[in-house]
T-cell receptor
């Protein structure tokens, strides 16, 4: 089956620093990847849609300058949380669509970010 | 803005009991998916329903898509502790530019042994 990985699985950083999270499709090419944010015991909230070779499309209310997304290849998308603050602490999950599997998203295992 | 409301929000039951989780929307979806998520992990797809009125069974889990494709239900028979987790429905619209999923509000299920 299609596998999506995320790195790191967890990260703790100081307030004001930037953190990069990687999302990789391991055995398929993903023209589209999605980034979600999830608070404890809550649902997933879509942050942005990442398309290979083009600018990401952000959902309403998501600061594009704070959450930088780069989809440089068909197997890698990165999310950089710039100047992180404690309120950015959350579980970040990515997903990827396999080009041959219409509309099915394969989810990564998530990255737990804690900002001190 | 959440377009898919799930009920109940929380559910704690004893092993062997039956339960139903509902997913309701005012919008019509081309397809609807159900996921189960365990703490610290990504959601895992359980089923996709695409036809109004469709019923799919996965062992002790029965999924139904409403006739109008606005709602869905998940019924679990004889729940087991291994069924514990966060259940999420998610709707999508075919033909959209981005194939986005709209996630429901979630149902947290705890099955006590």
């Amino acid at each position: 089956g299609a596998v999506v990985s995320q790195h790191p699985s967890w990260v703790i950083c100081k307030s004001g620093t930037s953190v990069k999270i990687e999302c990789r499709s391991l055995d398929f090419q993903a023209t589209t990847m999605f980034w979600y944010r999830q608070f404890p015991k809550q649902s997933l909230m879509l942050m942005a849609t990442s398309n290979e070779g083009s600018k990401a499309t952000y959902e309403q209310g998501v600061e594009k300058d704070k959450f930088l997304i780069n989809h440089a290849s068909l197997t890698l998308s990165t999310l950089t949380v710039t100047s992180a603050h404690p309120e950015d602490s959350s579980f970040y999950i990515c997903s990827a669509i396999e080009s041959t599997s219409y509309n099915e998203q394969f989810f990564g295992p998530g990255t737990r970010l804690t900002v001190l | 803005t959440q377009l898919l409301e799930q009920s109940p929000q929380f559910l704690s039951i004893q092993e062997g009991e039956n339960l139903t989780v509902y997913c309701n929307s005012s919008s019509v979806f081309s397809s609807l998916q159900w996921y189960r998520q365990e703490p610290g992990e990504g959601p895992v797809l359980l089923v996709t329903v695409v036809t109004g009125g469709e019923v799919k069974k996965l062992k002790r889990l029965t999924f139904q898509f409403g006739d109008a494709r606005k709602d869905s239900s998940l019924h679990i028979t004889a729940a087991q502790p291994g069924d514990t987790g966060l259940y999420l429905c998610a709707g999508s619209h075919y033909g959209g530019a981005t194939n986005k999923l709209i996630f429901g509000t979630g149902t947290l299920l705890a099955v006590q042994p």
